[in-house]
């Protein structure tokens, strides 16, 4: 099935680039334990998060909008739910912009998402974009 829309999306897509963001992210769940525990303290959360991926993409190439992007996770285990780890992709979308890769993350400028989930020893995550 991933092979078959890899091949729906090649046609119809034009992959226009790719940034690889080493290590893995802070989850839904772990996001919230730390907003419980101090309210700021989640503040300085998506900050360090969002400033790790804005120092990993400066100088990449921008790209032109509007988008589609994939979303590559590459996981140590299965033991965190799917929806808990692309929740950081807030923190990846606001560090784009943050280092000028895209313009913006609004509604107009993304067409949408795909996530796709793979275990490894190398944790990272890989995003991949697309236009018409």
Same mark, same amino acid.
Do not use: H
């Given at each position: 099935?991933?092979?078959?829309?890899?091949?729906?999306?090649?046609?119809?897509?034009?992959?226009?680039?790719?940034?690889?963001?080493?290590?893995?992210?802070?989850?839904?769940?772990?996001?919230?334990?730390?907003?419980?525990?101090?309210?700021?303290?989640?503040?300085?959360?998506?900050? %360090?998060?969002? %400033?790790?991926?804005?120092?990993?993409?400066?100088?990449?190439?921008?790209?032109?909008?509007?988008?589609?992007?994939?979303?590559?996770?590459?996981?140590?285990?299965?033991?965190?739910?799917?929806? %808990?780890?692309?929740?950081?992709?807030?923190?990846?979308?606001?560090?784009?912009?943050?280092?000028?890769?895209?313009?913006?993350? %609004?509604?107009?400028?993304?067409?949408?998402?795909?996530?796709?989930?793979?275990?490894?020893?190398?944790?990272?995550?890989?995003?991949?974009?697309?236009?018409?």
């Amino acid at each position: 099935m991933e092979k078959q829309f890899f091949l729906f999306l090649n046609k119809s897509f034009k992959k226009v680039g790719e940034i690889m963001l080493p290590g893995s992210f802070m989850d839904l769940n772990e996001y919230i334990r730390v907003e419980r525990m101090n309210k700021y303290a989640a503040a300085v959360v998506k900050l %360090n998060e969002t %400033n790790r991926v804005k120092m990993e993409c400066l100088g990449k190439k921008k790209i032109d909008l509007p988008v589609f992007l994939v979303f590559e996770w590459y996981v140590k285990d299965k033991r965190r739910d799917k929806d %808990n780890i692309a929740f950081s992709k807030k923190f990846i979308l606001d560090g784009l912009v943050a280092a000028n890769v895209i313009e913006n993350d %609004n509604f107009k400028s993304l067409i949408g998402f795909l996530d796709l989930f793979y275990v490894s020893v190398d944790q990272k995550v890989v995003i991949s974009f697309y236009k018409f």
